[in-house]
């Protein structure tokens, strides 16, 4: 059962959730970059940075919906999260086992951009906001192979924790 939906109030949820999503698109990018320089397995370095490219391309997506719906990013958002981003890069470097737990960290986080952006799309629906909706699909699609690719590795990872135990 549908509820009646006030246009106008949709319509300001739906530039809070890109506002957000810009935001979270920048502390993703910012992390795929502390940990492409953190992590010496080229493999996983290679994934980081083809995922750091497509994120910059979810970037432009974000801030171009934002640009038609006559809106900006909101630069607060964007603050915290980058401080977010930088502690969690210190974060990652002092650990043991990091590249491990840094994959499993990478998963979790897929999986919660994934989770936003199904949100992002079905808002958008209902605010009748097509081209949000179809940006919101884009970057999920991106987002569920990223997590693929992450679960394919995992073996690859386990070998990698084990290696650092042993040299470690």
């Known amino acids: 059962?549908?509820?009646?939906?006030?246009?106008?109030?949709?319509?300001?949820?739906?530039?809070?959730?890109?506002?957000?999503?810009?935001?979270?698109?920048?502390?993703?990018?910012?992390?795929?970059?502390?940990?492409?320089?953190?992590?010496?397995?080229?493999?996983?370095?290679?994934?980081?940075?083809l995922h750091a490219n497509e994120t910059r391309e979810h970037l432009q997506l974000l801030e171009g919906r934002l640009a038609e719906l006559g809106e900006g990013t909101s630069s607060v958002k964007?603050?915290?999260?980058?401080?977010?981003?930088?502690?969690?890069?210190?974060?990652?470097?002092?650990r043991p086992d990091s590249e491990g737990k840094n994959a499993r960290d990478a998963y979790i986080a897929e999986h919660l951009e994934i989770a936003f952006y199904e949100m992002?799309?079905?808002?958008?629906?209902?605010?009748?906001?097509?081209?949000?909706?179809?940006?919101?699909?884009?970057?999920?699609?991106?987002?569920?192979?990223?997590?693929?690719?992450?679960?394919s590795m995992w073996d690859h990872f386990v070998e990698l924790s084990l290696r650092e135990t042993t040299m470690g």
Not at 78 to 94: F, G
Not at 123 to 141: F, H, K, M, P, Y
């Open 1 to 49: 059962m549908a509820i009646q939906v006030d246009q106008e109030m949709a319509r300001e949820k739906v530039v809070r959730y890109l506002q957000s999503a810009h935001a979270m698109e920048q502390q993703s990018l910012d992390s795929l970059e502390s940990l492409a320089k953190l992590t010496e397995d080229e493999q996983f370095e290679h994934a980081l940075a």
């Open 78 to 94: 964007d603050a915290q999260n980058k401080l977010m981003a930088a502690m969690s890069a210190a974060t990652a470097s002092m």
């Open 120 to 151: 992002l799309e079905r808002l958008a629906l209902r605010a009748g906001d097509e081209g949000t909706s179809d940006v919101a699909r884009r970057i999920c699609q991106n987002e569920r192979a990223t997590a693929e690719k992450i679960a």
